[in-house]
């Protein structure tokens, strides 16, 4: 399915791992200045994580892949984005569900798991493809962390 390449990040950590996995959801952009993506509407989001880290846990993960899904797939998949008031709201654009505050919310559940780990890994971006030809990726700024 996915198997695609991905921009890289430059890093010096020993492990990279990357979780691929599709969500279906719907959406709307709360404001006319989004135009026709003001009407609700659907997608099959495809979403790749990269975590990296130098330590791995008792099980020789630097975290379980079926724990990544579960964090994004589980919450969002074939539901409306705009009902997950925890992360998305109608009134701030930094809260509006489109492809990029999306993606900076996925990193934001993500990474908020892995500061529980005892090996501390982190996030360095996560890209979520919106349609065949719209993409965005969040990347936390460095020393922002
Ligand atoms: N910067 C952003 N621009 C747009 C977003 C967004 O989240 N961030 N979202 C939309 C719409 O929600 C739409 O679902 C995707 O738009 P678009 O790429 O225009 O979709 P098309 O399939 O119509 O693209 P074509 O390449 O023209 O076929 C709009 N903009
Ligand atoms: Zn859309």
Redesign the pocket.
Known sequence: MMQQIYPQVQHDFCYELNKDMQIAAAHF?PTDA?GK?RQL?G?TYFVNVTVAGDDLDEAGFLVNFQVLKKLLHDKFDHTVLNDHKDVFNDQDPNFFP???VVARTMWETIEMHLETLPSKPTCLQVYVR??P??YCIYRPKKGKK
């Open positions: 952009v989004a993506c509407h997608h489109t492809t990029e919106e349609t030809t719209s």
